[in-house]
């Protein structure tokens, strides 16, 4: 079945610093990929996303690629706030478009 | 738009109880659906419905009963709890089962 592995956290990183989260993924057929957040206390809200090979998501400063060579949407920022602070879900949906698949999640904690 | 909204907040049960956990959106959404999410594990869907009157199973259904009478809301049912769905539950919804999901603000079960 379809898969999202992402690396563990907590990432820790001072502020301005730059952001890489890891995401690959296993799917049949061309799944669409997506960023979550998740802030404390909050439910999930959808980041950015991509629908098909090569295409780039961006949102306040967040982007990810949809890579299908190497079935990756890693998450990068170039500059992170303390308010960027949360955890992050990468996901899939499938083909069918009725499930969508998490991976399990990666703390960042910004720090002044 | 109150978006999406989930009763009770917390919820302690003893095992072998039942109870019925609240999701109800004033967006006039179609799709419909509960996730738990476990830590290190992501969410995963238990049910889901495309409409009123239809629902399906995810990835996790065992335990859970669901029903759609409505478009509006889209209750999940516990009939005998076990200590093994204590989680935190996630209601969500879409305009179209490839739409963006919109997430609730989650309900955190203990059972004891």
């Known amino acids: 079945g379809d898969s999202v592995t992402q690396m563990e956290g907590p990432v820790t990183l001072s502020e301005e610093a730059f952001l890489t989260i890891n995401c690959t993924y296993t799917?049949?057929?061309?799944?669409?990929l997506f960023w979550y957040v998740q802030y404390p206390g909050e439910g999930l809200q959808l980041l950015l996303k991509?629908?098909?090979?090569?295409d780039k998501g961006s949102n306040k400063g967040f982007e990810a690629t949809y890579r299908k060579e190497t079935t990756s949407f890693h998450l990068e920022k170039g500059s992170v706030q303390v308010s960027d602070s949360a955890v992050y879900f990468c996901?899939?949906?499938?083909?069918?478009?009725?499930?969508?698949?998490f991976g399990g999640g990666t703390r960042l904690m910004v720090k002044p | 738009n109150a978006g999406v909204t989930q009763t009770p907040k917390f919820q302690v049960l003893k095992t072998g109880q039942s109870m019925t956990l609240q999701c109800a959106q004033d967006?006039?959404?179609?799709?419909m659906s509960w996730y738990r999410q476990d830590p290190g594990m992501g969410l995963r869907l238990i049910h889901y419905?495309?409409?009123?009157?239809?629902?399906d199973q995810g990835e996790v259904p065992n335990g859970y009963n669901v029903s759609r009478s409505t478009t509006e809301d889209f209750p999940l049912r516990l009939l005998s709890a076990a200590p093994s769905q204590t989680s935190v539950y996630f209601c969500?919804?879409?305009?179209?089962?490839?739409?963006?999901?919109?997430f609730g603000p989650g309900t955190r079960l203990t059972v004891l």
């Open positions: 969500a919804s879409s305009y179209s089962e490839r739409g963006e999901q919109f």
């Open positions: 799917a049949t057929g061309y799944p669409s």
């Open positions: 991509a629908t098909k090979a090569d």
């Open positions: 996901a899939l949906l499938n083909n069918a478009g009725n499930m969508l698949t």
């Open positions: 967006m006039n959404h179609e799709y």
């Open positions: 419905s495309v409409g009123a009157g239809i629902t």
